[in-house]
């Protein structure tokens, strides 16, 4: 899909927001010592997780109810320059085993790159040609109108639901007039790269362990747009997508709690997405959902530790932003120690080659070194646990080459994605241009 929105950057203010917490953060090392810095924040998310094992070890199992009759189903995909995924797409919603009517609704968004010809030869799906690209959320809000289903399935143009995964969630969505939307389990789809593979546990552990927890505080946080399936009534009620909005599924989710509707999730629901295999398009992805987050928090801040949501407004909401502030908080203390590092190791080698000394001892680098991956492993050892649990509630079987993987994005994933957070931080600080393409 794509969507651009002008922004009106501020430069200046951007600038003096850097430097201020720079100052903060560097006075904070300099009173209190950079090991204090960089443990309260990492404490901080130790007792997080360590809170939400204790939820989900105390989880009710979750049930798929037998319905006695299915609803009609349509199935909405937007589509925009996808030639590559959409038919694979295709293909897989109709192997499904839905047990009722279903309908197939194509929304091909103004595409240039030959999608909406190949769309034109395929058979057994309804096909809505724009001529005017407007981005995703138009296109479905589009495809709802023309929908004779009473449920709608939104599904991603690269996103591959497996058979069952319409029949299961469904039997979850009907078991409860108040239910608005009923979220699956996105699996990536061939994680044939070790970028893709860690990702591959992020999402595990994100729609497995973690899913599971939110659904047991009744906080569910978002209606994920490779598979989401919606009660029509409730969707038209709510106005459908915000098609100004560069995460619509995010703020779907926030604006059916504000409507005081229930979301749900299932994990015998799977569907596959493709994921970023560059680091380039990780950028890019994870800019458009980290500014998208932080922009509905301005839109949505009514609900934050407002008791009228629950879990949601008390608990999940503002300590998912809490914890991404300690992801700012350790990106600017990481940058601090390179560069003091960097300092300290080129003073120390001139004056060894004044002194006509070994340039360089690397003794105390390698114990400091064993000693910060000694650190980092008592303090993600809770998620040792959660990726464990997540490749159970998956039906994945954890080999030996899952170990790689598994200890870089356990190690340095968080690290690395928070530099990530902190570029969308400034940049809605910035206000700078919404690109979503």
């Given at each position: 899909m794509s969507?651009?929105?002008?922004?009106?950057?501020?430069?200046?203010?951007?600038?003096?927001?850097?430097?201020?917490?720079?100052l903060f953060i560097g006075i904070s090392i300099r009173s209190l010592?950079?090991?204090?810095?960089?443990?309260?924040?990492?404490?901080?998310?130790?007792?997080?997780?360590?809170?939400?094992?204790?939820?989900?070890?105390?989880?009710?199992?979750?049930?798929t109810p037998e319905l006695d009759k299915y609803p009609f189903l349509s199935v909405i995909i937007p589509a925009y320059n996808v030639k590559s995924s959409i038919e694979k797409c295709i293909t897989s919603v109709k192997a499904s085993d839905y047990p009722g009517e279903m309908e197939i609704i194509i929304v091909d968004?103004?595409?240039?790159?030959?999608?909406?010809?190949?769309?034109?030869?395929?058979?057994?799906?309804?096909?809505?040609?724009?001529?005017?690209?407007?981005?995703?959320?138009?296109?479905?809000?589009?495809?709802?109108?023309?929908?004779?289903?009473?449920?709608?399935?939104?599904?991603?143009?690269?996103?591959?639901?497996?058979?069952?995964?319409?029949?299961?969630?469904?039997?979850t969505l009907m078991k409860d007039d108040e239910v608005g939307a009923v979220t699956c389990f996105i699996r990536v789809e061939n994680p044939n790269s070790l970028l893709k593979k860690i990702q591959d546990i992020e999402y595990l552990t994100g729609f497995g362990f973690a899913q599971i927890t939110s659904r047991a505080m009744e906080a569910i946080f978002v209606t994920p747009g490779p598979t989401t399936i919606f009660r029509k009534s409730i969707f038209m009620d709510v106005g459908g997508f915000d098609e100004q909005n560069i995460t619509e599924d995010l703020e779907m989710a926030w604006r059916l709690r504000r409507h005081g509707y229930k979301l749900e999730y299932t994990p015998d629901a799977v569907s596959y997405t493709d994921v970023p295999g560059d680091i380039k398009s990780l950028f890019r992805q994870r800019m458009r959902w980290y500014r998208g987050k932080l922009y509905n928090l301005r839109k949505y801040s009514d609900m934050l530790f407002n008791p009228k949501y629950g879990y949601f407004g008390m608990f999940m909401f503002p300590l998912s932003f809490t914890a991404e502030f300690a992801g700012i908080v350790l990106s600017f203390s990481f940058l601090w120690l390179v560069l003091n590092q960097l300092s300290w190791t080129i003073q120390y080698m001139l004056s060894n080659l004044a002194l006509r000394a070994p340039l360089?001892?690397?003794?105390?680098?390698?114990?400091?070194?064993a000693s910060v991956i000694a650190m980092g492993l008592i303090l993600v050892s809770p998620w040792i646990i959660a990726v464990y649990f997540s490749h159970e509630i998956g039906k994945k079987k954890f080999t030996i080459g899952d170990i790689?993987?598994?200890?870089?994005?356990?190690?340095?994933?968080?690290?690395?994605?928070?530099?990530?957070?902190c570029i969308s931080f400034f940049k809605e600080v910035n206000r700078s241009d919404y690109r979503w393409k």
């Open positions: 969507l651009q929105i002008e922004g009106k950057p501020r430069p200046l203010f951007t600038i003096a927001a850097i430097l201020l917490i720079g010592g950079y090991f204090w810095v960089m443990l309260i924040p990492n404490l901080f998310l130790l007792a997080l997780t360590m809170t939400l094992l204790v939820v989900f070890l105390e989880k009710k199992e979750i049930k968004d103004g595409s240039t790159d030959g999608t909406r010809e190949l769309l034109k030869e395929m058979d057994g799906v309804k096909l809505l040609l724009k001529e005017k690209n407007e981005g995703k959320a138009a296109s479905i809000n589009k495809g709802a109108k023309m929908a004779k289903g009473e449920v709608l399935a939104c599904v991603d143009s690269d996103s591959y639901p497996e058979p069952a995964a319409f029949r299961e969630a469904v039997a360089l001892d690397l003794s105390t680098m390698v114990v400091v070194g790689p993987p598994t200890l870089i994005f356990l190690l340095f994933y968080g690290t690395f994605i928070s530099f990530f957070y």
